[in-house]
């Protein structure tokens, strides 16, 4: 999937990021905070914040420590709530997985140019509710 569009509501707490299938027609919104919206804002239209922001400071980490980000996953939905992983290739050569809030691992797949998946189970839920 990739990130389709945002909807910044300067008035609201609530934002939502809206991911769609790259060769396909179904969609995921997710709502995010008003800080997790500026920054994924920030990463697709390259302007860089004045301080480093977590996805940054967590792409920094990765590069320091020789980790690649392979991929994010949105991997379930409970209560309402959606829940990621990150996908990292250690050094060694070595896979493991991190769990991450979908904002976070959206902003980090996005700055570094790394695929975003959604679980099937959680498009289905989606599409039946």
């Known amino acids: 999937m990739e990130i389709r569009s945002l909807h910044v509501n300067d008035t609201a707490d ?7 299938e790259v060769k396909g027609e179904r969609t995921l919104t997710i709502v995010i905070s008003w800080h997790d919206i500026q920054a994924i804002d920030r990463v697709l239209k390259r302007t860089p ?30 209560n309402g709530t959606y829940f990621a992983q990150v996908r990292l290739t250690r050094m060694d050569g070595s896979a493991c997985a991190l769990d991450a809030r979908p904002s976070d691992a959206l ?23």
């Open 14 to 20: 609530r934002q939502y990021v809206t991911l769609a």
């Open 49 to 78: 914040p004045p301080r480093p922001m977590t996805h940054e400071l967590l792409a920094g980490l990765l590069q320091a420590t020789g980790a690649t980000l392979e991929r994010v996953d949105i991997t379930e939905i409970k």
């Open 107 to 129: 902003a980090l797949a996005a700055a570094l140019g790394k695929p975003v998946f959604v679980a099937e189970p959680v498009l289905e839920a989606v599409e039946g509710a």
